[in-house]
């Protein structure tokens, strides 16, 4: 499914939030689309997801949130790719976000976001289409 090359995508939980059900199965949607995933599991920190977002050369990092973090956590994340000069690698959100934060999160910089329903093919096309942006 993935047209121009293998992209690299870590995906992780911080804080506290140990709820990984959805990012574990949609790490598995992004692995048999083709994308290669590097799954840095729970309890990071935004210094941490960064960190290995650098060490592993990533192209996106991806951050499921479920309770209600997710204003905090990507401000410091965002901050920290600024500080780290890896503003070319794409911030992607999931889980439960009201909809009232998005616009903030967009102007943040997040790339996208997905929330609870979402399907599989909305998630790879949304994917391959944010990839195959120019710059």
């Known amino acids: 499914?993935?047209?121009?090359?293998?992209?690299?995508i870590l995906l992780g939980k911080m804080g506290?939030?140990?709820?990984?059900?959805?990012?574990?199965i949609v790490a598995k949607w992004l692995l048999?689309?083709?994308?290669?995933?590097?799954?840095?599991g729970l309890y990071n920190s935004p210094e941490s997801l960064i960190q290995t977002a650098i060490q592993e050369?990533?192209?996106?990092v991806g951050c499921s949130f479920?309770?209600?973090?997710?204003?905090?956590?990507?401000r410091r994340l965002t901050d920290l790719?600024?500080?780290?000069?890896?503003?070319?690698?794409k911030l992607i959100l999931g889980g439960v976000i009201?909809?009232?934060?998005?616009?903030?999160?967009?102007?943040l910089g997040v790339a996208c976001i997905f929330t609870p329903g979402t399907l599989r093919d909305t998630i790879i096309e949304t994917?391959?289409?944010?990839?195959?942006?120019?710059?």
Do not use: C, S, W
Not at 127 to 135: H, I, Y
């Open 1 to 8: 499914m993935q047209k121009y090359g293998k992209k690299r």
């Open 16 to 24: 506290l939030d140990a709820h990984d059900n959805g990012i574990v």
């Open 32 to 40: 048999d689309a083709g994308f290669e995933v590097v799954y840095a």
């Open 57 to 60: 050369g990533v192209d996106a």
């Open 66 to 74: 479920l309770g209600g973090e997710h204003l905090f956590y990507t």
């Open 81 to 89: 790719m600024h500080e780290k000069h890896i503003n070319k690698v």
């Open 98 to 107: 009201p909809p009232e934060d998005i616009d903030e999160l967009k102007r």
């Open 127 to 135: 994917l391959n289409n944010l990839f195959n942006e120019p710059e």
